[in-house]
C-alpha cells in the first residue's frame, strides 16, 4: 500500500511527489496524458507570463537564458526533474473510480489498481474547453485549442476572447498573413494580458490591421460566414476558421463522483485552505483545480505550496 497517490503529471502534481519523496513517503503519480501534459498541449510559440525561478518545483534551479521561459524550456525543465529525480510515475493511465474504504482509499485506472492512504487532485483545468453554446460550433473549423499560427495564413480568422490565449492567436495569426477578427464580450481588452503584449494589440487594432468588435459576441457559425452580435446588430462576415479561446475548466464530474463539495456558484471545491484536505478525510487538493470556475486564481508560482502544505499535514497526521 502507497501513502500517497497523486492524480495528476503536471507542474504541481511533480512538486507534491518531489515533496513526498523528501519525507520518505511512498507514492505513485498517476497522469492520464504525457508528462505535464497541458504543458505539452499549450501553443508551439507559447511564453510564460512568470520568470523561471517562479516555475520551479522541489527548490530544482529552472536555468534559461531568457527573461520569461517559452514552452520548450519548461518541458525539458520538468522532464529533467521528473527524471533526475526518478519519480515514480505512470504516463497515459487515467484514474476511472476512488474509493474511501475504511482506512485507505482503492483507485482503479485504465491499466490497474491501487491502494494509498492518502489521494491529491491535481488534474489541472485544461482538459475542458469552455463552449460558445452556438450554432455551428461543432464545425471542424471552430477550434477551442490552439497549436501554430502558419496554419492559418491567408485565412479569415475570427478569434473569440480577450485574453492572454485570444490575444497570442490574434497577434501571431495576423503576422502569419491572416486576415484577423477579434471579437470580445468586454469593452475593452482584459487587464490581464500580458504587460509586454498588451500595447501591441492595442495599437494593430487602432491602426486597422486587425478588426475588433468590442461588447459584442459571436453568434452563429456558418462553412463560409459567421454572424456577429453587436450594439449595432448582427453583423456578417466571411470566415474560414473560429479561434474559440474562451477558456478551460476543471473535470467538475469526477469531483462530484469523488465526493468533493462544489460551491454553487462558481463551482469551488470545499477545502480547509491551510492543509488543502477536502471534505473527503486523507484526499487533497493541488493547483489550479482548487479554483473552480475561476481558473486564473492559481498559477504554478502560487500553488507549488501547496505541496508542502499538504505533506506536512499528512505527517502530523501520521505522528498522531
Same mark, same amino acid.
Not at 489521494?119 to 469552455?130: C, E, K, N, P, S
Given at each position: 500500500?502507497?501513502?500517497?497517490?497523486?492524480?495528476?503529471?503536471?507542474?504541481?502534481?511533480?512538486?507534491?511527489?518531489?515533496?513526498?519523496?523528501?519525507?520518505?513517503?511512498?507514492?505513485?503519480?498517476?497522469?492520464?496524458?504525457?508528462?505535464?501534459?497541458?504543458?505539452?498541449?499549450?501553443?508551439?510559440?507559447?511564453? +510564460?507570463?512568470?520568470?523561471?525561478?517562479?516555475?520551479?518545483?522541489?527548490?530544482?534551479?529552472?536555468?534559461?537564458?531568457?527573461?520569461?521561459?517559452?514552452?520548450?524550456?519548461?518541458?525539458?525543465?520538468?522532464? #529533467? =526533474?521528473?527524471? $533526475?529525480?526518478?519519480?515514480?510515475?505512470?504516463?497515459?493511465?487515467?484514474?476511472?473510480?476512488?474509493?474511501?474504504?475504511?482506512?485507505?482509499?482503492?483507485?482503479?485506472?485504465?491499466? $490497474?489498481?491501487?491502494?494509498?492512504?492518502?489521494?491529491?487532485?491535481?488534474?489541472?483545468?485544461?482538459?475542458?474547453?469552455?463552449?460558445?453554446?452556438?450554432?455551428?460550433?461543432?464545425?471542424?473549423?471552430?477550434?477551442?485549442?490552439?497549436?501554430?499560427?502558419?496554419?492559418?495564413?491567408?485565412?479569415?480568422?475570427? =478569434?473569440?476572447?480577450? @485574453?492572454?490565449?485570444?490575444? !497570442?492567436?490574434?497577434?501571431?495569426?495576423?503576422?502569419?498573413?491572416?486576415?484577423?477578427?477579434?471579437?470580445?464580450?468586454?469593452?475593452?481588452?482584459?487587464?490581464?494580458?500580458?504587460?509586454?503584449? #498588451?500595447?501591441?494589440?492595442?495599437?494593430?487594432?487602432?491602426?486597422?490591421?486587425?478588426?475588433?468588435?468590442?461588447? @459584442?459576441?459571436?453568434?452563429?457559425?456558418?462553412?463560409?460566414?459567421?454572424?456577429?452580435?453587436?450594439?449595432?446588430?448582427?453583423?456578417?462576415?466571411?470566415?474560414?476558421? =473560429?479561434?474559440?479561446?474562451?477558456?478551460?475548466?476543471?473535470?467538475?464530474?469526477?469531483?462530484?463522483?469523488?465526493?468533493?463539495?462544489?460551491?454553487?456558484?462558481?463551482?469551488?471545491?470545499?477545502?480547509?485552505? !491551510?492543509?488543502?484536505?477536502?471534505?473527503?478525510?486523507?484526499?487533497?487538493?493541488?493547483?489550479?483545480?482548487?479554483?473552480?470556475?475561476?481558473?486564473?486564481?492559481? +498559477?504554478?508560482?502560487? @500553488?507549488?505550496?501547496?505541496?508542502?502544505?499538504?505533506? @506536512?499535514?499528512?505527517?502530523?497526521?501520521?505522528?498522531?
Amino acid at each position: 500500500m502507497l501513502d500517497l497517490l497523486i492524480i495528476g503529471g503536471g507542474p504541481i502534481g511533480l512538486a507534491c511527489g518531489l515533496e513526498a519523496q523528501k519525507a520518505g513517503l511512498s507514492f505513485r503519480i498517476i497522469e492520464k496524458g504525457c508528462l505535464v501534459n497541458s504543458l505539452y498541449n499549450y501553443p508551439y510559440t507559447m511564453t +510564460f507570463f512568470s520568470t523561471s525561478d517562479r516555475l520551479e518545483v522541489g527548490g530544482i534551479p529552472f536555468v534559461t537564458i531568457n527573461n520569461k521561459p517559452n514552452r520548450a524550456e519548461a518541458l525539458e525543465y520538468y522532464r #529533467r =526533474v521528473a527524471l $533526475s529525480n526518478q519519480i515514480p510515475i505512470n504516463l497515459f493511465e487515467e484514474v476511472t473510480e476512488v474509493k474511501h474504504n475504511g482506512e485507505h482509499y482503492d483507485i482503479t485506472t485504465s491499466k $490497474s489498481s491501487y491502494q494509498a492512504k492518502y489521494v491529491v487532485l491535481a488534474t489541472g483545468f485544461y482538459d475542458i474547453a469552455v463552449n460558445l453554446n452556438i450554432p455551428g460550433e461543432d464545425l471542424p473549423k471552430v477550434k477551442h485549442y490552439y497549436k501554430d499560427p502558419h496554419y492559418y495564413a491567408m485565412q479569415k480568422v475570427i =478569434v473569440v476572447g480577450a @485574453s492572454n490565449s485570444a490575444i !497570442d492567436v490574434a497577434l501571431e495569426t495576423y503576422r502569419k498573413g491572416a486576415d484577423v477578427t477579434l471579437v470580445v464580450r468586454g469593452s475593452e481588452v482584459s487587464s490581464r494580458v500580458k504587460y509586454w503584449v #498588451r500595447p501591441d494589440i492595442i495599437n494593430r487594432i487602432e491602426e486597422g490591421s486587425i478588426k475588433a468588435y468590442f461588447n @459584442s459576441e459571436l453568434a452563429a457559425v456558418r462553412e463560409h460566414e459567421a454572424d456577429i452580435k453587436t450594439p449595432e446588430g448582427i453583423v456578417t462576415i466571411p470566415n474560414d476558421f =473560429v479561434m474559440a479561446m474562451t477558456g478551460y475548466k476543471p473535470n467538475f464530474n469526477f469531483l462530484k463522483n469523488l465526493g468533493i463539495e462544489l460551491s454553487e456558484d462558481k463551482f469551488i471545491p470545499q477545502y480547509n485552505q !491551510d492543509t488543502m484536505e477536502t471534505n473527503n478525510p486523507g484526499m487533497y487538493l493541488a493547483g489550479v483545480v482548487c479554483g473552480g470556475l475561476d481558473t486564473h486564481l492559481w +498559477f504554478i508560482e502560487n @500553488s507549488r505550496v501547496h505541496a508542502e502544505m499538504i505533506v @506536512s499535514d499528512i505527517l502530523n497526521k501520521q505522528k498522531a
